[in-house]
């Protein structure tokens, strides 16, 4: 399937496989943080999914959720109680990922949060921003939470991901295709990719992948020649060869691409079987 094998797509698909390898280390970590969060949804009584996330959210004694004007995406601040707040501007589903993160650093750190509420909050009644570490870790509870592991892997059972067990998927627990996408990546698809592009012009550059890669790559990449019909007139789920394009040299995938917004498409490559 693979035509051409050269350093710029060895590199585009060396990427997973190192980023599940560099889990290794990890794994204790992610292990302990996914059980706390599925005990604290047990107590909770939250079933999933979709999960309740203000029944979540009252468990864990927080007082009030507000959208508000705010730089971040969202934060936790004391008044009179833990009160979470959560940028307006994001959409509705980018609000349940971050009420879900922000559960999460309740769950993974309440000292943290017992001190500031002690000391009536530091920052102007703000947390202190978190370490790297610890704002990836509460993004790993909240996919667990939202999306947790032993549900997802008795609704998909063996089957290998695709936009139409995604989106069917997505439906049940009320989350973005792409995020379930992402979701069954990281439990371990790692044979697939996702690029995300943006129409320009009469053409497309890629705006973003899963996992994440540089962005000089991404600049690079474009769809080659009659491919990007694939790209323009996709629907729901269009099956076909994507070819990729990175400088002169070419290679060609295996895709399902469906559009999402008028300008944006989602593309799934799958490239070993
Ligand atoms: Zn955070």
């Known amino acids: 399937m693979v035509i051409y094998m050269v350093?710029?797509?060895?590199?585009?698909?060396?990427?997973?496989?190192?980023?599940?390898?560099?889990?290794?280390?990890?794994?204790?970590?992610?292990?302990?943080?996914?059980?706390?969060?599925?005990?604290e949804r047990i107590a909770a009584g939250v079933t999933a999914p979709p999960v309740d996330l203000q029944r979540m959210s009252r468990h864990l004694g927080v007082k009030e959720i507000r959208c508000v004007p705010l730089a971040m995406n969202g934060r936790i601040v004391e008044d009179d109680g833990v009160v979470v707040e959560i940028n307006e501007k994001l959409s509705p589903f980018l609000r349940?990922?971050?009420?879900?993160?922000?559960?999460?650093?309740?769950?993974?750190?309440?000292?943290?949060?017992?001190?500031?509420?002690?000391?009536?909050?530091?920052?102007d009644g703000r947390f202190a921003r978190g370490s790297t570490e610890i704002e990836a870790l509460c993004d790993l509870a909240a996919?667990?939470?939202?999306?947790?592991?032993?549900?997802?892997l008795q609704r998909i059972g063996e089957a290998s991901p695709s936009i139409g067990l995604a989106r069917a998927v997505g439906e049940e627990s009320a989350c973005d295709l792409g995020f379930v996408l992402m979701r069954l990546i990281e439990m371990g698809a790692s044979h697939c990719r996702l690029l995300w592009w943006s129409r320009v012009g009469t053409g497309f550059c890629a705006t973003q992948s899963y996992p994440r890669t540089d962005e000089v790559f991404l600049a690079r990449l474009t769809p080659a020649g009659g491919d990007v019909s694939l790209l323009r007139d996709c629907e729901d789920g269009t099956r076909g060869v994507l070819t990729l394009r990175a400088g002169e040299e070419e290679t060609r995938y295996r895709a399902e691409c469906v559009a999402i917004g008028d300008e944006k498409v989602l593309s799934l490559l799958i490239f070993k079987e």
Do not use: C, M
């Open 143 to 152: 996919r667990q939470l939202l999306l947790p592991a032993r549900w997802l």
């Open 7 to 39: 350093s710029d797509f060895r590199y585009f698909e060396a990427i997973a496989e190192r980023a599940l390898a560099g889990r290794d280390n990890r794994r204790a970590i992610e292990a302990r943080v996914r059980r706390q969060i599925e005990r």
């Open 96 to 123: 349940k990922v971050t009420l879900a993160h922000e559960l999460s650093h309740i769950v993974l750190e309440p000292g943290r949060v017992n001190r500031t509420r002690q000391r009536s909050g530091i920052e």
